[in-house]
Nanobody
Framework: VRLVESGGGLVQPGGSLRLSCVASVDTFDGNHIMAWFRQAPRKEREAIAVIDGGGNINYPEYLKGRFTLSKDNAKNTLFLQMNNLEPEDSAMYHC??????????????????????WGQGTQVTVSS
């Protein structure tokens, strides 16, 4: 599985960006879990949004509704709409997938070790 992200860039605080992740195979066939992660310098890679094989979407609570995951099945594309961006959101954003419909525990969805396939990432910088 090959994943290619795009849509990153430089944005001012309070601005918005929409990231895209195009998959080389049909990852919305009900047999894949997909996720957005981000990694800032000197920090751990953290999960931002997850969609399981049943189409259920989850976010970590600390994002407070600023980020929204969506998908276009016909284009094998995953999106991440990011609003009201803050400097602390600056990071490399990656999408990831695993060939599972569901994980066994809720925690697995938010762990990088749960995913085998990763894109190269797209850089987001929030600065005035």
């Amino acid at each position: 599985v090959r994943l290619v992200e795009s849509g990153g860039g430089l944005v001012q605080p309070g601005g918005s960006l929409r990231l895209s992740c195009v998959a080389s195979v049909d990852t919305f066939d009900g047999n894949h879990i997909m996720a957005w992660f981000r990694q800032a310098p000197r920090k751990e890679r953290e999960a931002i949004a997850v969609i399981d094989g049943g189409g259920n979407i989850n976010y970590p609570e600390y994002l407070k509704g600023r980020f929204t995951l969506s998908k276009d099945n016909a284009k094998n594309t995953l999106f991440l709409q990011m609003n009201n961006l803050e400097p602390e959101d600056s990071a490399m954003y990656h999408c990831a997938t695993e060939t599972r419909r569901y994980f066994n525990t809720q925690g697995e969805y938010f762990r990088r070790e749960s995913y085998r396939y990763w894109g190269q990432g797209t850089q987001v910088t929030v600065s005035s």
